[in-house]
């Protein structure tokens, strides 16, 4: 596979097969992704690969946590408070989107909570990623970041693996960290689902849009 496609063919994959991934298999992906840039080549990123019992403790205590309404407290502020146009029309569109994609009618509220909750589950991922970086760095090292994960989901695909960043796996760092043994110094900046994707499942089929070159370009000679 050749890096534009890649690069075009990356989707959040949202359901998954019932198929483990082989441990040489991320660790091949996490081999590519190190020769991401960083300034001053400062390689900010830490990784913590979890699946099998690991994994469904963490995800039984996501989900216990937000059963019983206990608020999010990430380590940084992923989304803004106020959402100002164009950004609020095309997150509407990006939820409108999903929820079609699963069948979920505006109305059903029990269904759309369920499908949030998803997110806790890995939505069926054999395997999630956590990405951290020392608190004691800037805010470039968040651009570094940004390139280790995208080159973690653009090797995937090399391998037929589906992925999907998720913020809200790291709505819980502190149970991540305790979990997992990670020091309080260590800023969580999100998860990654894993794995082989369920081409059949319908949430699998639909694709998110994007603004034209020219609608986020400025040319100049
Ligand atoms: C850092 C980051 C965090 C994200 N968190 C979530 C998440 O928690 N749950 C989710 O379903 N999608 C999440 N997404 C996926 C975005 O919704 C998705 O990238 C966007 O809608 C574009 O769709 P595409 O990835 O299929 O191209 C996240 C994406 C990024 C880059």
């Not at 890649?6 to 359901?15: G, L, Q, V």
């Not at 997110?119 to 390139?147: E, Q």
């Not at 819980?172 to 999100?190: A, F, H, I, S, T």
Request: glycine share 8%.
């Amino acid at each position: 596979m050749n890096v534009i496609e890649a690069i075009e063919s990356r989707i959040s994959t949202r359901a998954y097969l019932d198929k483990p991934v082989g441990k040489d298999r991320i660790k091949k992906l996490l081999d590519a992704a190190r020769w991401a840039p960083s300034g001053v080549n400062t390689q900010p990123w830490q990784v913590a690969v979890v699946q099998g019992e690991k994994l469904r403790q963490l995800s039984d205590a996501f989900l216990r946590r937000a059963e019983a309404g206990v608020k999010p407290a990430p380590d940084y502020a992923y989304y803004p408070g106020e959402w100002v146009i164009p950004y609020k029309a095309r997150r509407f569109r990006c939820g409108m989107d999903l929820y079609k994609a699963l069948g979920i009618g505006r109305e059903d509220k029990e269904k759309r909570r369920q499908a949030a909750l998803d997110n806790y589950r890995f939505f069926g991922a054999p395997v999630s990623l956590f990405f951290f970086m020392d608190k004691a760095l800037g805010k470039g090292s968040w651009l570094d970041m940004g390139m280790f994960i995208q080159s973690v989901m653009l090797a995937a695909r090399e391998y037929g693996l589906g992925s999907c960043p998720q913020a809200s796996t790291a709505d819980y760092p502190d149970v991540v960290r305790e979990k997992l043994g990670v020091p309080d110094q260590n800023l969580l900046l999100c998860g990654m689902a894993l794995g082989y994707p369920d081409d059949t499942h319908p949430v699998n089929q639909y694709r998110t849009l994007r603004e034209e070159v020219d609608a986020f370009t400025s040319w100049f000679e």
